[in-house]
T-cell receptor
């Protein structure tokens, strides 16, 4: 099993550009989520999904969109990148809302 | 808003010593989990303790939970240089919401 994979590992964007961060898991987990991690801070939840076709907002959803068309994939879209979105983004999956989460290796995003 | 808050923010110890980190939270929880993050990597799950449990062990890890004080502690015994990492607590509440992570404790184990 590959676990949770994320692409790309690094990305540099200019202000106003859009892009999609990819996340995939091969553990048949229903629950998937996106977090951002800023220096000296814990992870903050952006969006999450409890199953295909179901998504909801987390703590910091503004500027991001998600969709969940399959159990395996949960892409995160930045609509119009801003410097405040410079961060490390982690995708995670879990077999249940209250179970341990498995994290991907992260995407380091810089917005100039 | 942050649910979990770890204490201390940073901890430096010698190899072989024990390391204790604390986590406080604000609302009732379903469970509390501890994660480790090595520099530049994703988080790795260490241990989960449910709200009806008071203590749990896993190898050199010992976690306690005091729901009356809304606090938890993570003890790493006989620390090794490889334990150098950031440690985060995360809480899951009872309302179907999601995990909330604290800012973490940076542990440095010196050889």
């Amino acid at each position: 099993n590959a676990g949770v994979t994320q692409t790309p590992k690094f990305q540099v964007l200019k202000t106003g550009q859009s892009m999609t961060l990819q996340c995939a898991q091969d553990m048949n987990h229903e629950y998937m989520s996106w977090y951002r991690q800023d220096p000296g801070m814990g992870l903050r939840l952006i969006h999450y999904s409890v199953g295909a076709g179901i998504t909801d907002q987390g703590e910091v959803p503004n500027g991001y969109n998600v969709s969940r068309s399959t159990t395996e994939d949960f892409p995160l879209r930045l609509l119009s990148a801003a410097p405040s979105q410079t961060s490390v983004y982690f995708c995670a999956s879990s077999s249940g809302l209250y179970n341990e989460q498995f994290f991907g290796p992260g995407t380091r995003l810089t917005v100039l | 808003s942050q649910q979990g808050e770890e204490d201390p923010q940073a901890l430096s110890i010698q190899e072989g010593e024990n390391a204790t980190m604390n986590c406080s939270y604000k609302t009732s929880i379903n469970n509390l989990q501890w994660y480790r993050q090595n520099s530049g990597r994703g988080l790795v799950h260490l241990i989960l303790i449910r709200s009806n449990e008071r203590e749990k062990h896993s190898g050199r890890l010992r976690v306690t939970l005091d729901t009356s004080k809304k606090s938890s502690s993570l003890l790493i015994t006989a620390s090794r240089a490889a334990d150098t990492a950031s440690y985060f607590c995360a809480t899951a509440d009872n309302y179907g919401q999601n995990f909330v992570f604290g800012p973490g404790t940076r542990l440095s184990v010196l050889p």
